[in-house]
């Protein structure tokens, strides 16, 4: 692949960053005092970009920069840097619908691919916090929101019919990303591919057995056309507890590079699949059997919280302000009408529904058996432990993505997720 970069393109250094902001009267004004006293350190851990916190005396910021390549592979792997013009034109629509909870964006350079952010402390990844077995209260009622908002606001239940062709126009460059989705989540994992690995020998055989599963293949084939075809709702693509900062007290969802217009039970899929990994993940973690119990209840009372407050808000929004040109109210102006219409709604949801069980499968089974892994299950150091987490959770996602049908409701999820952790994948207990 050809990759476009701009002449002024400079990927940056710590040594570098600061001539370049001092530039920018609004980054000067908030950091204070000079740019050669900032300080700037790269802290980036995630798989494609820089990112930068950069302090002066008066404040701080973040600023993140795309390479041309994957960073998690190298330049070997090219990748546009117009990701980061998608990412934003995501968070300042996202912010829009969604107030509060992304990073406000401070300042962009397109021909730098840079976007400079709000700097969220003493936030940290979610992730991270949730390996540490830490509760935070605010998830449910924040991603719900999030969810809920940004998509049923960019869906053509809210959106006059030309604005949303534009919308889906808008972002339908970011073919790149969306290739990488296609690739590594819906294809790779399904057959032999460089770029798969897992935990071996121990999943040596779920892994072959995965291969030659066709009602599987089939299942994920039916998701990811739906993923490539699909213009439900400006989406945020990789919605993962690695793109949630947190405190105990707020939160704010990030990285939205990936986003383009698509499926929406992409994104609470992806919701729900990290918090499955994360559940499964837990008898790494604990000091002894059971010692982390509350904490799985925690976690599984978050899927709940998460999904039922999403369909409850979703519903709300819809009732109130689904002015959009799908589902016009000149069509529902009268008592029985509005009735098939309350009816109508509750289906659209439990399509929905079964779009997320199986759109949570796919990434929980790209986690383990695909290029980029999770660091709750990659963390945790006896290969026979890990393997037999991810064995529960490939078992269940195997459920989840042929079966979605089967799960009446969310709580029957979390309980065949108790049922999923309670087996010996591999006969003896570890
Ligand atoms: C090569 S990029 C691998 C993954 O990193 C991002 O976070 C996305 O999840 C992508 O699939
Ligand atoms: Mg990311």
């Not at 009735?339 to 986690?367: G, N, S």
Request: overall charge negative; proline content about 5%; hydrophobic content about 45%.
């Amino acid at each position: 692949m050809k990759i476009d970069v701009p002449e002024a393109y400079v990927p940056q250094t710590p040594e570098s960053l600061p001539a370049l902001l001092g530039s920018v009267a609004v980054i000067r004004d908030l950091l204070g005092g000079t740019p050669d006293t900032w300080t700037v350190e790269e802290v980036g851990d995630g798989n494609l970009n820089l990112v930068f916190k950069v302090r002066g005396p008066a404040g701080g910021i973040a600023v993140k920069q795309a390479l041309p390549y994957v960073r998690l592979v190298g330049e070997s792997w090219p990748l546009p840097l117009t990701r980061a013009h998608f990412e934003h034109l995501a968070l300042v629509r996202q912010a829009r619908h969604a107030p509060g909870l992304t990073p406000a964006v401070i300042h962009y350079d397109a021909d730098m691919a840079l976007i400079a952010m709000e700097l969220l402390e003493p936030h940290i990844i979610m992730r991270h916090g949730m390996i540490d077995g830490i509760v935070y209260p605010l998830f449910a009622e924040a991603l719900s929101t999030f969810a809920a908002s940004t998509l049923f606001h960019t869906s053509d239940l809210a959106m006059a019919a030309a604005d949303k062709k534009a919308l889906v126009a808008d972002f339908a460059g970011n073919t790149a990303l969306c290739a990488i989705t296609e690739d590594l989540i819906f294809t790779e994992p399904y057959m032999v591919a460089d770029n798969n690995r897992w935990t071996s020998p121990q999943l040596d055989g779920l892994a072959a057995s995965i291969r030659t599963d066709s009602e599987l293949k089939v299942a994920v084939s039916r998701l990811k056309v739906k993923f490539m075809s699909s213009t439900e709702a400006m989406i945020h693509g990789d919605l993962h507890t690695g793109s949630i900062m947190v405190t105990q007290t707020d939160t704010r969802i990030i990285d939205p590079e990936f986003a383009f217009v698509g499926p929406m039970g992409f994104d609470t899929g992806a919701v729900i699949a990290n918090l499955l990994l994360n559940y499964f993940s837990q008898i790494g973690h604990e000091d002894g059997p059971g010692a982390r119990d509350s904490y799985r209840d925690w976690v599984l009372g978050s899927v709940e919280g998460f999904w039922n407050e999403f369909h409850s808000r979703f519903l709300a929004l819809w009732r109130n302000e689904g002015k959009g040109d799908a589902y016009p109210s000149a069509l529902f102006d009268d008592p029985v009408a509005r009735i098939r219409l309350a009816r109508e709604q509750e289906r659209y949801m439990a399509d929905l529904f079964a779009d997320t069980l199986a759109f949570a499968a796919a990434k929980m089974v790209r986690r383990i058996l695909g290029l980029a892994h999770n660091i709750d299950l990659e963390n945790i150091a006896d290969a026979d432990v890990r393997a037999t987490a991810e064995a529960r959770a490939l078992m269940m996602a195997r459920s989840l993505m042929t079966s979605p049908g089967h799960y009446g409701s969310i709580e029957a999820v979390t309980a065949a997720a108790r049922q999923w952790n309670a087996i010996e994948p591999f006969g003896a207990k570890v």
